[in-house]
Nanobody
Framework: QVQLVESGGGLVQAGGSLRLSCVAS????????MGWFRQAPGKERELVAA????????YYADSVKGQFTISRDNAKNTVYLQMNRLKPEDTAVYYC????????????????WGQGTQVTVSS
């Protein structure tokens, strides 16, 4: 199995930045893609960004294009989400997910999930 541990969430003022990290451990050779999802109170979980572990190809939700950047460090089995110009509507629990196929993550599902990290943006 694969274990995912997120970090980097917190409270930030609108316009600020945060960088989330997700470290994968265990059978990481299963991973072909990773992504970040978020779920705000009363809303459904949504895919924010995803990245192919091998090619580095990326996918972004329209709502975060130009604002968030996903990247990976294969040597450290870590994926990052750099979030800039944060807005109150970005407030949510952010989850890291990994899939045995990149398409699995992009389609909105994942084979492995982290426990989530809270991001709160104050106005």
């Amino acid at each position: 199995q694969v274990q995912l541990v997120e970090s980097g969430g917190g409270l930030v003022q609108a316009g600020g930045s945060l960088r989330l990290s997700c470290v994968a451990s265990g059978r990481t050779f299963y991973i072909s893609g990773m992504g970040w999802f978020r779920q705000a109170p009363g809303k459904e979980r949504e895919l924010v960004a995803a990245i192919s572990w091998s090619s580095g190809s990326t996918y972004y939700a329209d709502s975060v294009k130009g604002q968030f950047t996903i990247s990976r460090d294969n040597a450290k089995n870590t994926v990052y989400l750099q979030m800039n110009r944060l807005k109150p509507e970005d407030t949510a629990v952010y989850y890291c997910a990994a899939g045995r196929a990149f398409s699995t993550v992009v389609s909105g599902t994942g084979d492995y999930w982290g426990q989530g990290t809270q991001v709160t943006v104050s106005s």
